[in-house]
């Protein structure tokens, strides 16, 4: 499969990798939009937010058990945000779902 973050989860392109586990590979975002900004993502391969089934959900919510690990290891103490976009009107570049960890700074209270 011509995937980039599963090219990225096997080692074959270089990333700036913050955490690793079984499940889950973090590292940092290529084009920072804040002081922190990092992608946590599945290392099986889900295409984005749309394809979680009740088979793959232990992926995301081993995710979601790494990123309060990385805040901390980060120094996020005063918050921060996730993000994750889903298909062409919410700009997902990337088909390999992945979820922005973004902080070390006052976020804007915009979301969009
Ligand atoms: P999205 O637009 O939500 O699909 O996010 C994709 C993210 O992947 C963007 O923020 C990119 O900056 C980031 N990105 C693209 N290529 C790389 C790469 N090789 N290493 C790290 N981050 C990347």
Avoid: W
């Amino acid at each position: 499969m011509d995937c980039l973050f599963c090219k990225i989860i096997a080692g074959e392109i270089p990333s700036s990798k913050v955490y690793e586990n079984d499940r889950v590979f973090v590292f940092r975002d290529i084009n920072p939009q804040a002081p922190v900004h990092m992608l946590a993502v599945p290392k099986e391969h889900i295409g984005s937010a749309d394809e979680v089934t009740a088979e793959n959900s232990a992926a995301v919510a081993a995710i979601f058990e790494a990123i309060p690990k990385v805040a901390a290891a980060e120094g996020l103490t005063g918050g921060y945000r996730i993000v994750s976009n889903c298909g062409p009107d919410a700009c997902q570049s990337v088909k390999h779902l992945h979820f922005h960890i973004l902080g070390g700074k006052q976020l804007s209270e915009k979301m969009d």
